[in-house]
């Protein structure tokens, strides 16, 4: 719970997360992100990203659900340096939301990046950006709390 009041997320978004990895008070340095992403594509982090990165860089939520005839692949993988060498792709995000994004990592197996704004928004795409989350809660509670 967040100050007493009401959860951050989902039980079943919480749950996950635990299990990869995440607990209350994690932090991690993004320092290397950080450098990496600036020196290569000229990516500025903002404190929300670092504060976000700091508490969830690096875990990978995975599943893989097997059916008769199919196999799906669920994943939210908060790596921001699967942005490396693709700046246009973010430019074109943050053109579609008229604000800066700055890489968390990707979903749908791979096929959209996630970016945070300033202000906290998440966004999801890789020519248009979806909506996700306010803040980067909102938006873990939708990506990890959908997955089974």
């Not at 908060?78 to 430019?91: C, H, I, M, T, V």
């Amino acid at each position: 719970m967040r100050n007493g009041s009401r959860p951050r997320w989902s039980a079943k978004a919480n749950a996950l997360l635990e299990e990869v990895g995440w607990r209350p008070g994690r932090s991690v340095s993004a320092a290397e992100w950080e450098r990496g992403l600036q020196e290569h594509d000229g990516f500025e982090i903002h404190p929300m990203a670092q504060r976000f990165l700091a508490e969830f860089g690096g875990l990978n939520v995975t599943r893989l659900y097997v059916g008769t005839f199919t196999e799906v692949r669920a994943e939210v993988v908060l790596d921001p340096a699967l942005a490396k060498g693709n700046r246009e792709s973010f430019d074109v995000l943050s053109a579609d939301v008229g604000a800066e994004l700055y890489p968390l990592g990707m979903t749908a197996n791979r096929r959209a990046y996630l970016g945070m704004t300033s202000a906290g928004t998440v966004y999801a795409g890789m020519t248009d950006a979806c909506f996700l989350g306010e803040s980067g809660d909102q938006a873990l509670d939708r990506l990890v709390g959908q997955i089974m």
